[in-house]
Antibody
Framework: QVQLQESGPGLVKPSQTLSLTCTISGGSISSGDYHWSWIRQPPGKGLEWIGYIYFSGSTYYNPSLTSRVTISADTSKNQFSLKLTSVTAADTAVYYC?????????????WGQGTLVTVSS | DIQMTQSPSSLSASVRDRVTITCRASQSISSYLNWYQQKPGRAPKLLIY???SLQSGVPSRFSGSGSGTDFTLTISSLQPEDFATYYCQQSYSISYTFGQGTKLEIK
C-alpha cells in the first residue's frame, strides 16, 4: 500500500520561499511507473493542481504558477519536493502530495494527509 | 484554461436517496474526467476515473457517465458515510482543473 507524507514548515513569511517534502513509502519513485504531484487547497476552497515530476526529473507545472514553482526528486531518499517562491497570503493552503495513477488519464489515486502552510508575517 | 462547473453547489438528501451531481467543462474534454470525494479534514479520495471507470475498492453504488462537456456522478442509494464534498477534475489539458465542489448534506 502506497503511503505519502508531507513535511515542512507550517508558517512562511511573505516574499519568502515555501519548501515542502513528500516521503513515499510502499512504492518507489524510481520505478518509473508513475508521476508524483503536488496539489493545494486554500482553507474552505477548492483544489488546485501545482505540478508533477517523473523519476527522470521531467517536470510539468500549472501555467498559472510556473514562474514560481520548482518540483524536484531525491531518488535515494524516495522523496520529492516543492519550492514556491515569492509567497503571499494567497498561497496559504493545505498542500497535498499525490501519486498520478496513470500518465494517460492523469488522476490522483494516492494522497498524503496534507499539511497546512500559512503565509503571514 | 478549461473551466469546470459543478451543479448544484450544495445538495440535501436522505439515506437511500438516489443523487446525481453534474460537472460541465468549458470545452470538450472527451472522457478525461475524474471524480473525488472529500470529507472534512481529510485528503480527497478518487472515486471514478476516465469518466466512468470505478476505482478499485470504491462501492458500486457510485457511477460516472458522460463525455465531451457534460458529466454526471450518481450515487444510487446514499449511505451515511457518503455525506461529503465531491469534486470533478479534468485531465484533458495540463492545468488539470477541478470543479468548485458539491457539498452533499444530510436532509
Amino acid at each position: 500500500q502506497v503511503q505519502l507524507q508531507e513535511s515542512g514548515p507550517g508558517l512562511v513569511k511573505p516574499s519568502q520561499t515555501l519548501s515542502l517534502t513528500c516521503t513515499i513509502s510502499g512504492g518507489s519513485i524510481s520505478s518509473g511507473d508513475y508521476h508524483w504531484s503536488w496539489i493545494r487547497q486554500p482553507p474552505g476552497k477548492g483544489l488546485e493542481w501545482i505540478g508533477y515530476i517523473y523519476f527522470s526529473g521531467s517536470t510539468y507545472y500549472n501555467p498559472s504558477l510556473t514562474s514560481r514553482v520548482t518540483i524536484s526528486a531525491d531518488t535515494s531518499k524516495n522523496q520529492f519536493s516543492l519550492k514556491l517562491t515569492s509567497v503571499t497570503a494567497a498561497d496559504t493552503a493545505v498542500y497535498y502530495c499525490a501519486r498520478v495513477g496513470s500518465s494517460s488519464w492523469v488522476f490522483f489515486d494516492y494522497w498524503g494527509q496534507g499539511t497546512l502552510v500559512t503565509v503571514s508575517s | 484554461d478549461i473551466q469546470m462547473t459543478q451543479s448544484p453547489s450544495s445538495l440535501s438528501a436522505s439515506v437511500r436517496d438516489r443523487v446525481t451531481i453534474t460537472c460541465r467543462a468549458s470545452q470538450s474534454i472527451s472522457s478525461y474526467l475524474n471524480w473525488y470525494q472529500q470529507k472534512p479534514g481529510r485528503a480527497p479520495k478518487l472515486l471514478i476515473y476516465a469518466a466512468s471507470s470505478l476505482q478499485s475498492g470504491v462501492p458500486s453504488r457510485f457511477s460516472g457517465s458522460g463525455s465531451g462537456t457534460d458529466f454526471t456522478l450518481t450515487i444510487s442509494s446514499l449511505q451515511p458515510e457518503d455525506f461529503a464534498t465531491y469534486y470533478c477534475q479534468q485531465s484533458y489539458s495540463i492545468s488539470y482543473t477541478f470543479g468548485q465542489g458539491t457539498k452533499l448534506e444530510i436532509k
